[in-house]
Structures are given as structure tokens and as C-alpha cells.
């Protein structure tokens, strides 16, 4: 039996961030010899859940320890990065496919909430509401109604569902014309439904910006509240769960395992040194953290953390939702976000709220461009500031074989980090991403019945 420093690995994969995480249990399946290697002493990397609360302060060198008001440190799991599941989305997909599902629950987000002229309305989720909001006036409902169920017949393999548009060609912009719906809604179309960050797509052809739309539809319709899932004790259980899926196909983990340097032969990986130890590997999956020299920065997120002891105005005292500024609404290039969570998802102290506002910088001050979202939530009992870099890969990895996944964006759902997940697999692999082909299998299945 080989130690790990001498057996030959065929992705060695250096942080459990949710992009690695969720690769090395694929590739696990898929039959590979995986070691996964982390410097921090918990999963999750950047897209942790922090707990202790106590852990959180430290973290933000937020000086003494947090009030008798907070309750128990131990009852707060904190994200850093907030993220919602699409329920028919990509992440969604790949949890059923490996199972992964079996070791986590999920709750329904409560609602999905828009800001428009200083106030924040509920995304209508059912006719009757889309009938009743005031997001609307009477004419732009009955406008509205018809480009739904445009959206919902409409089939990019059947033309006689295109009604005269060119899926291929038409813009956007050119079909919101079509059903002559005005400014706000396209706003709240665009941003809130399919949920865009900025209104590059307007310009590029309708295709993608319709089956965004039929996504959103669909997931609604799994569950009806809102189209969104949030795990039970945070998204820290996401990376542990595909961790677990690895182990399973005999994937090797270890944390706390410092990164000293990684190995290089003729313009290739073939391994990482940890505590004077080398780990063969033929390719290589990280974040960008290991590898400065192969990134670039391509802009930054700012974050607020806040903890509130009291549900947002005006949605309905829900235990969790999405808000969406859309950037037209305050005069910006892209939209701000508001994820919340309570104590009803075992993330906080009983009575308490977690309320994350994310958005892309655009200016040198960070912290007034966010003041929109943080004006929704007051008053605030507790906010934690970060300030991240957004750093792309220089390259596509396929010389190196050093995959880099890219830093987490400012959105509030995973489809982004799935489409970079599928694309790290694909220019590993050769071939496209194929969902089937992370289903579990029955008979190699060792460590549970």
C-alpha cells in the first residue's frame, strides 16, 4: 500500500472551494484518483459557512467578542459568499445526479423581491399575483401575460414556436419591442427573472436571455413560493457533501494541509509540496489563491454581512429572500443583491437574521455604491465589510494542465459558478459536460449500502 506523497494522482485538487469540491467529486465518479488538498482546517474555502459567530468577528478584526444579544455562538453559521440554488437549476441537476441530495436538506426561499423608485415589490410568482402587483399597471400586465406565454411555448428546436423571431439573431431588445413592454418591466425581466447583472444582453441575440426565463419558470414551478433552495446549516455543507461523494469512489482529503509550492516538469504540473512532501499528480484543479502568477484581476466585489433582529420591510416578514436592484433603478452598470436567511435554516440565533448585500465595484467608494441595499435592512445590529478581488485565469490550463476556476462573482445564484465548472471540466476532459455521466453507479458504489 503506497503513502499519498507516493502514488501518482490524476487531479490533484488544491482548495475545497464549491468549484473544487464539486469537480473532484465528478471526477471521483468518473473513475479518476483524486487528492484533495486544503490549506484551511474546514471546507468550503472562500464559499465557507463560519461558526462559531465568535470565529466571524475574529475573522473581520471586529475588536471584543459579540453581545449576550447574539445568543450562542455556536448556533450561527455564517456564509461568506451568499449563494441561492436554482431549483431546476445546473447545481440542482448535479446534486440529484450524484446523490449527493442524501446528505444534505434544503428549504424553499420565501420570496424573490425587486426594488423599483426607492420601494421593493414581490416578484409575481403565480398569474393571480402578477395579476394583483402594483409593479404593473393594468395594460402592461395584459402585455406581460402574453410574452409569458410566449416564453413558455417557445422551443429552440421547433421554429413554429418562434412566432417571426430568429432565436439566433433577433436582440433582446428587439423583443421586448415586439410585446411592447415598457422600461421597469424589462428591468425586472431582465434582472429579476433572468437574471442578468448588467444590460449587455439586450443587444446579443434572445436565445439564451428566454431559456434564463423558461429556467426561472421552471423552478418556480417545483416548489411555488420562489424559484430558489437554501440549504439547512448553509452552504458550507455543499462542498462537504461532494467531499463525501469522493471519499465514496476513494478520493483522499486532507485539511489543513499548507501549499508549499507546485511542481513543475517541461511546462507541466506533476505535483504539489506540502510539509517537504510531494503528491505526483497529472493535472491540477485550484482557485486562484495558489496561483497569483497565473491570474488576472478582472474587478472586484464588495460584500456587507449584517445581522438584523428583524425580517426586511415589506416582504411579508419572511424568514428568507432575494432582493434585486436592478442597476437602471439607481444609476449604475450593474445590479445590487440582498440575500437573507434566518434562524428557520439553522444559520443564526433564534429571532435572528443574516442579510448579505453583494454587488460589482464601480467606483473608489465601495461602500456608498452599496448604501441602496443597506438602506432596505435597517437598523442593522452587525455589519462585516470584505472587499474581494475577481480574478480570472491568464490561460486556458491546457499546456499546464493547471485548471483554475474564477473567483465568485457578486450574483446570488450558482448558475455562473456551474457554467465555470462545466467549462474546467470540459478543457480537462475534451468533451462536453454531460450530466449522465455523473450518475452514480450501482455496482461500484463501496462504504454504504
Known amino acids: 500500500m503506497c503513502s499519498w506523497k507516493e502514488e501518482e494522482y490524476f487531479n490533484s485538487l488544491s482548495d475545497c472551494c464549491g468549484c473544487e469540491c464539486i469537480l473532484s467529486g465528478i471526477m471521483s465518479v468518473n473513475g479518476?484518483?483524486?487528492?484533495?488538498?486544503?490549506?484551511?482546517?474546514?471546507?468550503?474555502?472562500?464559499?465557507?459557512?463560519?461558526?462559531?459567530?465568535?470565529?466571524l468577528y475574529k475573522r473581520f478584526k471586529i475588536p471584543g467578542a459579540p453581545p449576550?444579544?447574539?445568543?450562542?455562538?455556536?448556533?450561527?453559521?455564517?456564509?461568506?459568499i451568499p449563494k441561492f440554488l436554482m431549483a431546476n437549476g445546473?447545481?440542482?441537476?448535479?446534486?440529484?445526479?450524484?446523490?449527493?441530495?442524501?446528505?444534505?436538506?434544503?428549504?424553499v426561499t420565501e420570496g424573490s423581491f425587486v426594488y423599483k423608485g426607492g420601494k421593493i415589490y414581490k416578484v409575481p410568482s403565480t398569474e393571480a399575483e402578477a395579476l394583483a402587483s402594483s409593479l404593473m399597471g393594468l395594460f402592461e400586465k395584459r402585455r406581460f401575460r402574453k410574452f409569458l406565454v410566449y416564453v413558455a411555448n417557445?422551443?429552440?428546436?421547433?421554429?413554429?414556436?418562434?412566432?417571426?423571431?430568429?432565436?439566433?439573431?433577433?436582440?433582446?431588445?428587439?423583443?421586448?419591442?415586439?410585446?411592447?413592454l415598457g422600461q421597469d418591466v424589462i428591468d425586472f425581466t431582465g434582472?429579476?427573472?433572468?437574471?442578468?447583472?448588467?444590460?449587455?444582453?439586450?443587444?446579443?441575440?434572445?436565445c439564451e436571455t428566454i431559456n434564463r426565463i423558461k429556467l426561472y419558470s421552471e423552478s418556480l414551478a417545483r416548489y411555488g413560493k420562489s424559484p430558489y433552495l437554501y440549504p439547512l446549516y448553509g452552504l458550507g455543507e455543499l462542498p462537504q457533501g461532494f467531499a463525501r461523494l469522493s471519499a465514496i469512489y476513494g478520493g483522499t482529503y486532507m485539511l489543513n494541509k499548507p501549499i508549499e509550492e507546485i511542481i513543475m516538469q517541461n511546462g507541466k504540473v506533476i505535483g504539489v509540496k506540502s510539509e517537504g512532501e510531494i503528491a505526483r499528480c497529472k493535472q491540477l484543479i485550484c482557485d486562484p489563491s495558489y496561483v497569483k502568477d497565473r491570474v488576472e484581476k478582472v474587478g472586484q466585489v464588495i460584500r456587507v454581512i449584517c445581522i438584523?433582529?428583524?425580517?426586511?420591510?415589506?416582504?411579508?416578514?419572511?424568514?428568507?429572500?432575494?432582493?434585486?436592484?436592478?442597476?437602471?433603478?439607481?444609476?449604475?452598470?450593474?445590479?445590487?443583491?440582498?440575500?437573507?436567511?434566518?434562524?428557520?435554516?439553522?444559520?443564526?440565533?433564534?429571532?435572528?437574521y443574516i442579510a448579505i448585500a453583494s454587488t460589482t465595484v464601480e467606483t473608489k467608494e465601495p461602500e456608498k455604491e452599496i448604501r441602496p441595499a443597506l438602506e432596505l435592512l435597517e437598523p442593522i445590529e452587525q455589519k462585516f465589510v470584505s472587499i474581494s478581488d475577481l480574478l480570472v485565469p491568464k490561460d486556458l490550463g491546457t499546456e499546464s494542465q493547471i485548471f483554475i476556476s474564477r473567483t465568485y462573482d457578486a450574483t446570488t445564484h450558482f448558475e455562473t459558478t456551474c457554467d465555470d465548472i462545466k467549462d474546467i471540466y470540459k478543457r480537462m476532459m475534451g468533451s462536453e459536460f454531460d450530466f449522465e455521466e455523473m450518475k452514480r453507479k450501482k455496482n461500484d458504489i463501496y462504504g454504504e449500502e
Not at 70 to 77: A, F, K, L, S, V
Not at 322 to 341: A, T
Open 32 to 55: 479518476k484518483k483524486v487528492l484533495h488538498m486544503d490549506r484551511n482546517p474546514y471546507y468550503g474555502g472562500e464559499s465557507a459557512s463560519i461558526t462559531p459567530l465568535e470565529d
Open 68 to 80: 449576550a444579544s447574539m445568543g450562542r455562538g455556536r448556533d450561527w453559521n455564517v456564509d461568506l
Open 90 to 107: 445546473q447545481l440542482v441537476k448535479m446534486l440529484l445526479f450524484t446523490e449527493v441530495t442524501r446528505y444534505l436538506d434544503f428549504k
Open 154 to 180: 417557445f422551443d429552440e428546436n421547433d421554429p413554429r414556436t418562434f412566432e417571426g423571431i430568429d432565436p439566433k439573431k433577433t436582440s433582446m431588445r428587439e423583443v421586448y419591442k415586439k410585446f411592447d
Open 191 to 206: 434582472h429579476a427573472l433572468a437574471l442578468y447583472r448588467t444590460d449587455d444582453y439586450l443587444d446579443q441575440p434572445c
Open 308 to 352: 438584523l433582529s428583524h425580517p426586511i420591510k415589506n416582504t411579508n416578514d419572511a424568514n428568507s429572500c432575494q432582493i434585486i436592484i436592478p442597476q437602471n433603478q439607481v444609476n449604475r452598470k450593474s445590479d445590487i443583491y440582498v440575500c437573507m436567511i434566518s434562524s428557520a435554516h439553522n444559520v443564526a440565533a433564534q429571532g435572528k
